[in-house]
C-alpha cells in the first residue's frame, strides 16, 4: 500500500512513558496503545520532532542529518534488540524551524554526532512501523532548570500547525533503584502519588506543571531529571495552545516506572 502523502494539518502534542527498550519488540498494552496513537493522527505528519530522555547532554541541540543512525545506548539485552533498526529518514530542514520557533535560545545542528536513540526509536516502531515519516531529535538539557524546558515547549508548540508531531519520551516516573520485579505492573503508594497528581495537572492545567518539582514524593519519583524533562516539554505545548492534555495510557512496570502517556486534542 502506498502511504499518504505527509501533511501540514495540526498535530497534537504527545508524551510516551517509554518503559524498556524491549518495548520495541513487544507486543503488549502500552504498545498498542502506540500504534493506536500512529492510526488515530488526523493525518500523517510531514516530520517528527522528538525529545527523549536519553539525549540529556550539556547542550540544546537538534540532529540535522538527512540519514540517522539507530543507537542502541543500553547493554545486557538480546541480540535481536542490538540489531534492530530504524530506518527512517532524517530532517535536517527542521533544525531550522527548531532554531527559529525558539529564538533567542540557541539551538546547535547536531549534523553526525548522535541520531535516534531508544527513547525514540522504541516507540516510533509502533507509531509509525514502516518508519516512512522522517525524524529530527532534539536534545535535553542537563543545564537548565525546569522552567526552561517548560519555556521551550511553549515555543515549539507552533511547529505543530505546520505538520510536525513534537512527540516527548521518557516516564513521569523513573527511579532504576527502586525497581522491584516483584511487583509487576504494581505501582508503589509514592509511584500511584506522583503520578496521580501529575495527571491532575496535565489533565486540567498544564500551566502549573512546574509544581510537580515541588512534590512531597518528587525526590523518590524523580532522583535524576532526565526522564522527566521531557513531560514538561508536551505541558509547555498544551499551555501555549490553551489546551489540556488526556491521559492514552495509564500503568506501572516494576513499582517505580510509570507508563502513562498523555496526548493533546490536534
Known amino acids: 500500500m502506498t502511504a499518504s502523502p505527509p501533511s501540514t494539518a495540526r498535530q497534537p502534542a504527545v508524551f510516551i512513558g517509554h518503559g524498556v527498550p524491549l518495548n520495541a519488540l513487544e507486543e503488549n498494552e502500552w ?20 525529545v527523549s530522555a536519553h539525549w540529556y547532554i550539556g547542550a540544546t541541540a537538534v540532529t540535522a542529518m538527512s540519514a540517522p543512525r539507530t543507537i542502541h545506548d543500553f547493554y545486557g539485552f538480546p541480540r535481536e534488540l542490538n540489531e534492530f533498526e530504524y530506518p527512517a529518514a532524517g530532517a535536517p530542514e527542521l533544525a531550522a524551524e527548531v532554531a527559529e520557533a525558539v529564538k533567542p535560545t540557541w539551538v546547535g545542528a547536531d549534523q553526525d554526532s ?65 525497581v522491584d520485579p516483584s511487583l509487576g505492573d504494581a505501582g508503589t503508594d509514592w509511584a500511584h502519588r506522583f503520578d496521580d497528581h501529575a495527571r491532575e495537572l496535565l489533565t486540567t492545567r498544564p500551566e502549573d506543571a512546574l509544581a510537580l518539582t515541588e512534590h512531597p514524593d518528587a525526590r523518590l519519583a524523580v532522583p535524576t531529571a532526565d526522564h522527566f524533562l521531557p513531560l514538561l516539554y508536551t505541558a509547555g505545548m498544551a499551555a501555549g495552545s490553551g489546551e489540556t492534555l488526556d491521559a492514552f495510557t495509564r500503568g506501572y512496570a516494576w513499582g517505580s516506572v510509570s507508563m502513562t502517556s498523555y496526548r493533546s486534542a490536534a
Not at 41 to 48: H, I, K, Q, S
Not at 151 to 157: C, F, P, S, V
Request: glycine residues 8%; without cysteine; aromatic residues 8%.
Open 31 to 50: 504498545t498498542r496503545q502506540w500504534a493506536a496513537l500512529g492510526a488515530s493522527l488526523p493525518e500523517r505528519p510531514r516530520a517528527v520532532l522528538a
Open 114 to 178: 548522535w541520531g535516534l536513540d531508544h527513547g525514540t526509536w522504541s516507540v516510533l516502531t509502533h507509531v509509525f512501523p514502516d518508519a516512512d515519516v522522517p525524524v529530527a531529535q532534539l536534545s535535553v538539557d542537563a543545564s537548565k532548570p525546569a522552567g526552561y524546558h517548560f519555556d521551550l515547549g511553549t515555543r515549539l508548540a507552533a511547529l505543530r500547525d505546520s505538520g510536525v508531531l513534537v512527540l516527548a519520551s521518557g516516564n513521569v516516573v523513573h527511579n532504576l533503584a527502586a
